[in-house]
């Protein structure tokens, strides 16, 4: 079955997460999309973290980052530091809905690429920008990764312990997810802004930004309080207990946030500490709020007896807010997440010797049109002959000229794997938690193919 976003074409220049995750997800909505790949200069998510740290062979066909974010496209290689790839790239914008990058301006402008180019190519092309400080501005052409957005967002300067100078930065790249998802509902926008008046548009998208907007409170506490607040660590500026407890067992944890005088008493009662619900340093939120600290220092020892699971199940069973903290296995496995579909086994290309794997699905369920079935990303360059041939035209003696000239290609002209040390070794430099030698059993067990 056709996914609602069925015949809307996107060619994608793109690396890493910001943009291959937004159009990832476009893509599993229906949409076509092309990724454009360079043999000269390797995406790093094809070189590193490659399945089971098996560097031999074709590497680059197995990156377990390249996969999670290119499901479902279709892959092409151009060599654009020639003119012939920058032509064929030009010929794709002409049949296309949509040109995504996430590239720095002066890389566009460098490449004839900017939304004024293109539009003499295509003109209700919409284009997307996705940078990290937005395509034009006194920073435009700095260079983004994770930290340095999620400190210029503000986010990083929220987060920290308690009481502490320092930061503490998220160990994801926090701001390509929140600018990704951003840019699925931008793009949305300007499809329908087209098929009502049939003209394209520029769609620029700053990752800082978008992480911005996620934390508007601290913004409207300083322009209407001119107050910048302290970092709390997992303390809230209005509940308490409110925070992470330990559990039963090697780095097992629980949640628990209490919002109201009843709840608090409920809390008491499932951990056996009725009296402490007659605390006079308890009695009420602000008294709880005012002792949090000392609060904290006797729920934690109460919950390191209970089962994460089971204290959760209890606390929600009373109408506390409680939830379990997971790892990646506990995610992976988890019996709601397993029920709901929210995983999606995709098959893989049997050169890459990689089983058929689950997949983190859309955040988002539709009734009425779902998703289309998971494929895997493109091997390197997989469907060359198909878009030249069917999209543009190319006889086989035009592809094969492009191969030859260097033009197209199917792997990396100075391959180079990144090897990481031997599971151990990863545990002992900090690397890791831990790691189990029967994933592969666990994994089909509970996602049979």
Known sequence: MPGPLAGVRIIEMGQLIAIPFSMKMLADMGAQVIRLESTGRLESYRSDSVYKNDISGEFWNKGANFYEQNRNKLGVTLDLSKSEGLDILRELIGVADIFSENFTPRVIKNFGLEYEDIKQIKPDIIMVSSTGYGFYGPWANYGA?????????????????????????????????????????????????????????????????????????????????????????????????????????????????????????????????????????????????????????????????????????????????????????????????????????????????????????????????????????PLMGQHNSLILRELLGKTAEDIATLEESGIIGYGPTTPRPVQRPPMEEQIRQGRMQRFETDFEEQVRRTFPA
């Open 145 to 377: 990764t994770g930290p340095a957005t999620e400190g210029a967002a503000g986010l990083a300067y929220q987060t920290g312990y308690a009481g502490s100078d320092t930061p503490v930065m998220s160990e994801i790249p926090y701001t390509d997810y929140t600018s990704g998802e951003h840019t699925v509902f931008a793009v949305m926008t300007a499809l329908m802004h087209r098929l009502r008046t049939g003209k394209g548009q520029f769609v620029d998208i700053s990752q800082t930004q978008a992480t911005s907007a996620t934390i508007p409170e601290i913004l409207m506490d300083f322009s209407a309080n001119g107050r910048t607040g302290p970092r709390l660590g997992n303390q809230d500026t209005i509940m308490s207990p409110h925070g992470c407890y330990e559990c039963q067992g090697d780095d097992r944890w629980i949640t628990i946030a209490v919002s109201a005088d009843e709840e608090w008493q409920s809390l008491c009662r499932v951990l056996g500490q009725a009296g402490l619900a007659s605390d006079s340093r308890f009695e009420d939120s602000l008294s709880r709020w005012n002792n949090r600290d000392d609060l904290d220092a006797l729920i934690g020892p109460l919950t390191s007896s209970w089962d994460a699971h089971e204290l959760m199940t209890a606390l929600q069973g009373a109408g506390v807010a409680a939830g379990v903290v997971m790892d990646s296995q506990d995610l992976l496995f988890d019996r709601h997440l397993v029920e709901r579909n929210f995983y999606e086994v995709v098959t893989h290309h049997e050169s890459t010797g990689i089983p058929p794997l689950p997949y983190a699905g859309r955040p988002w369920k539709l009734s009425k049109t779902p998703a289309v079935k998971g494929i895997a990303a």
